[in-house]
């Protein structure tokens, strides 16, 4: 048996529960590709997992979390025409499974790797992208010439919202606090509202779409940022009795992103990335044998960008 490490999870707790070790190395079914894998971006998606939510998904274990890996093909099954062994790629494998140095995954949710990234930067995009596109254009169905308010816009989805709006041609404003201020509208933001200090009169009102990356109090903010008619999209979703009357009382549609993998808008995501129109930053990178440092970094909630594991 050929195997390969992987960092996998026996039970639900804290950091202690991660587990680096071999297990045996996947071998690409009809339809899907074998990836070499060289780094693995982390959301916190994976540390929620790993402290019991996972529970509620009755995921199989052992598992290995993770959702975004970025590598090189190393085979490909009975089918897969459109890539070949060498290729560089980058994909969202699902909600878990890319924690490993090896991972077997549908070719229909693998894009080529970004040509301007490095693995590193490549991983640290797929499900933080995937979920900005998701929720601004599948969702909102946000159009050139609206306002977008990006609630949280120095976090790893939030950032990826600020762009992908701008790229759109989208007035965006955004909320980071004053230390980020400058990184957010570097991303293109035409405003930034200072989440922690600004008051209510700093926020828009004529807001088309609303990106909510937060929740809680801040779905009140972005619901009175909407005009008549316009959408909450909620990344974080849920919202009490009163939010979902006050949305009501404005005619203002409330949704809930889940992301899922999609390889055709990671190619889409890819071209505006090597256009120059999207970029990305890595705030730190672990090694995957230090997943348990990067998941406590993750879960303290104030990293800019996107934290990374790599392989080998």
Same mark, same amino acid.
């Given at each position: 048996?050929?195997?390969?490490?992987?960092?996998?999870?026996?039970?639900?707790?804290?950091?202690?529960?991660?587990?680096?070790?071999?297990?045996?190395?996947?071998?690409?079914?009809?339809?899907?590709?074998?990836?070499?894998?060289?780094?693995?971006?982390?959301?916190?998606?994976?540390?929620?997992?790993?402290?019991?939510?996972?529970?509620?998904?009755?995921?199989?274990?052992?598992?290995?979390?993770?959702?975004?890996?970025?590598?090189?093909?190393?085979?490909?099954?009975?089918?897969?025409?459109?890539?070949?062994?060498?290729?560089?790629?980058?994909?969202?494998?699902?909600?878990?499974?890319?924690?490993?140095?090896?991972?077997?995954?549908?070719?229909? #949710?693998?894009? &080529? =790797?970004? +040509?301007?990234?490095?693995? $590193?930067?490549? @991983? *640290?995009?797929?499900? !933080? %992208?995937?979920?900005?596109?998701?929720?601004?254009?599948?969702?909102?169905?946000?159009?050139?010439?609206?306002?977008?308010?990006?609630?949280?816009?120095?976090?790893?989805?939030?950032?990826?919202? #600020?762009?992908? &709006? =701008?790229? +759109?041609?989208?007035?965006? $404003?955004?909320? @980071? *606090?004053?230390?980020? !201020? %400058?990184?957010?509208?570097?991303?293109?933001?035409?405003?930034?509202?200072?989440?922690?200090?600004?008051?209510?009169?700093?926020?828009?009102?004529?807001?088309?779409?609303?990106?909510?990356?937060?929740?809680?109090? &801040?779905?009140?903010?972005?619901?009175?940022?909407?005009?008549?008619?316009?959408?909450?999209?909620?990344?974080?979703?849920?919202?009490?009795?009163?939010?979902?009357?006050?949305?009501?009382?404005?005619?203002?549609?409330?949704?809930?992103?889940?992301?899922?993998?999609?390889?055709?808008?990671?190619?889409?995501?890819?071209?505006?990335?090597?256009?120059?129109?999207?970029?990305?930053?890595?705030?730190?990178?672990?090694?995957?044998?230090?997943?348990?440092?990067?998941?406590?970094?993750?879960?303290?909630?104030?990293?800019?960008?996107?934290?990374?594991?790599?392989?080998?």
């Amino acid at each position: 048996m050929t195997t390969m490490k992987s960092m996998r999870i026996h039970d639900y707790g804290d950091a202690s529960v991660l587990k680096y070790e071999d297990v045996a190395r996947p071998a690409p079914q009809a339809g899907e590709v074998l990836i070499r894998v060289a780094a693995i971006g982390v959301n916190p998606v994976d540390w929620k997992l790993r402290s019991g939510v996972g529970k509620r998904f009755g995921l199989p274990l052992p598992i290995a979390l993770g959702a975004d890996v970025a590598g090189t093909v190393e085979a490909v099954g009975e089918g897969v025409t459109a890539f070949k062994a060498g290729d560089e790629v980058f994909a969202m494998v699902g909600l878990w499974g890319a924690y490993a140095e090896y991972v077997a995954v549908s070719a229909e #949710v693998v894009a &080529a =790797k970004p +040509k301007s990234m490095d693995f $590193v930067q490549a @991983a *640290s995009v797929p499900l !933080a %992208a995937l979920t900005a596109w998701q929720g601004l254009f599948d969702k909102g169905n946000l159009q050139a010439g609206q306002t977008a308010l990006i609630y949280g816009a120095a976090g790893g989805v939030g950032m990826f919202g #600020v762009q992908l &709006a =701008k790229a +759109k041609g989208a007035n965006v $404003v955004a909320t @980071a *606090s004053e230390k980020n !201020a %400058a990184f957010v509208r570097e991303l293109g933001a035409d405003d930034v509202v200072d989440y922690r200090t600004d008051s209510a009169e700093r926020y828009p009102t004529d807001v088309d779409l609303a990106l909510d990356m937060i929740g809680g109090d &801040a779905a009140g903010h972005c619901i009175d940022a909407l005009k008549t008619g316009g959408a909450h999209v909620q990344i974080s979703p849920g919202g009490t009795e009163h939010l979902a009357e006050k949305a009501a009382a404005k005619n203002v549609e409330m949704v809930a992103v889940q992301v899922r993998p999609n390889g055709q808008q990671l190619r889409e995501i890819a071209e505006l990335i090597d256009a120059g129109k999207v970029k990305t930053e890595v705030a730190a990178t672990f090694s995957l044998a230090e997943t348990g440092k990067a998941h406590d970094l993750s879960a303290q909630g104030h990293t800019r960008g996107k934290i990374v594991l790599t392989c080998g």
